[in-house]
């Protein structure tokens, strides 16, 4: 395969570290990553020479796969490489199977989401406008803000580095949240938490505010919030739920041709970006779903 | 109603207090308790004067009540008043609900239960135990370690005040810990927490270890754990499954006709008892269901 377009993750940096993981890159392997490629050679008889495919490619300008790591085909008259990894790639997948899937959301009612502006989170916020919900976002920066407002579906969006977060989530979302859809985990998390309504789901998709889990840090202790609030906290990780991609797909695709879900990607050239990438993440400086074009 | 026996339950503390809840009791009202009855008299179509009845009867020898909470009709041949304020009762219910109907057992599996010996954990390691499941319990106290094994369902029970839990939690869950049935939140639960399998299902009962909320005690943040072994975190309350009732009472009263659940009830007689008696429960002092003959 030659690789179009590889991924930068957020979760990079949990997949090289010591900690228990759900997927770990040892020292001196190619680092994991989607990537759509085109079929340059083939020994397997699903794919052929020119296909275009959607699979774990990894950090390298050509790679040599085996069918189980070739995941789906990709249609690039419908969308651009780098779209395959962000809106019908991984980030548009995890968002509809947390949001879609797992949230059970219902019309009228409020979701929360943090990196609102972020390749998930970007996702969600359209999901749950073009659903009929209400979508807040907590971002980082005025730029993120303004992107939310205008492109992302949400309703609103809040600064969390500005004074006064409390305040404004209280303005935001007068009617609580019913559905907190975070991929930070840590205060921010708390803030919310305060906001919660009876059943409210809590769809836990990543936790970037938090740098290191060896040892966990304290919080809140949340157990009488969970009780007594009837809360439902669902940790989740988009692979296991393989069965639900092909709908998930239809569904975003849907929605990309209805013009109700756009794509925000930004685009690196050149691999000699890959690690300055992962770092660019938790700075929050990317301004899109970052890719690479090795 | 000529109240034959009412209800002493650990919730009672938090019903009282200035904290938010999902049931309060302002001062001056009789405290609020499900209680078994003999109707004396009646202006209702649907009660006549010698039924017995299960409803929020309160801490008084004679209730007027209306007919909203007069909740079933109970059959004293079948068994004692006390059992229908246990094994029937809110406990066996909350049992039920939060284990059979919440956290989806499967045969083979583990789970682990604090508060083992209590009225509800008393109830789900014998569910457990009949569902094919490992029960293994945390309790406080030789006596009840001895009930726990002894008559409750459970494999292994831990005194969880003995020296060395954590290497007897261990030892007790070699294959991990499947479903968490949590009555207590707090250190206990986090001495859990460290077993918890993928897909564990936790579920929040009660947060008896934690006297007081205002403002939440701190612990190990939960966020990477829910999401990296996609755990499955669910608060309840018994009141909110009323359209389960029937299916869990059919299903609790089948297992005691076979032998199969045993109830533990403790009566105390006179209303004089009643203040102490919550006091009691949070000493562990109680070596059943506690339950007052006013």
């Excluded at 949990?14 to 890159?25: D, R």
């Excluded at 968002?95 to 996702?123: D, K, N």
Aim: hydrophobic share 45%.
């Amino acid at each position: 395969m030659r690789v179009l377009n590889a991924s930068v993750d957020p979760a990079m940096r949990g997949w090289l570290s010591a900690e228990k993981n759900y997927l770990t890159v040892p020292d001196g392997e190619v680092m994991k990553a989607h990537g759509v490629g085109e079929v340059i050679a083939s020994e397997c008889a699903a794919y052929n020479v020119g296909d275009v495919v959607f699979g774990w490619l990894g950090w390298q300008r050509f790679a040599a796969i085996s069918e189980k790591d070739a995941l789906w085909k990709v249609d690039l008259s419908l969308a651009p490489p780098e779209a395959w990894l962000s809106i019908f790639g991984l980030n548009g997948l995890t968002a509809w199977i947390g949001f879609t899937h797992l949230a059970r959301p219902v019309a009228g009612e409020t979701v929360l989401v943090t990196t609102a502006a972020g390749g998930v989170g970007g996702v969600v916020g359209q999901l749950a406008a073009a659903a009929g919900l209400t979508a807040i976002g907590l971002t980082g920066g005025a730029d993120k803000v303004a992107r939310a407002e205008a492109t992302l579906g949400y309703s609103k969006a809040i600064d969390y580095r500005a004074d006064g977060l409390d305040a404004a989530l209280a303005e935001a979302v007068p009617k609580g949240v019913d559905i907190f859809f975070d991929n930070t985990a840590g205060a921010l998390a708390d803030a919310v938490f305060r906001h919660l309504n009876i059943r409210a789901r809590v769809i836990q998709c990543g936790t970037a505010s938090v740098s290191s889990w060896l040892p966990p840090p304290t919080g809140p202790r949340r157990e009488r919030d969970m009780l007594v609030k009837r809360l439902a906290w669902q940790g989740f990780v988009a692979f296991d739920y393989t069965r639900e991609f092909p709908q998930a797909l239809a569904d975003l695709q849907g929605l990309y041709r209805a013009g109700q879900l756009t794509a925000q990607d930004e685009v690196l050239e050149g691999l000699a970006h890959a690690p300055g990438a992962i770092a660019r993440l938790y700075r929050g400086e990317n301004t899109g779903r970052l890719t690479i074009r090795p």
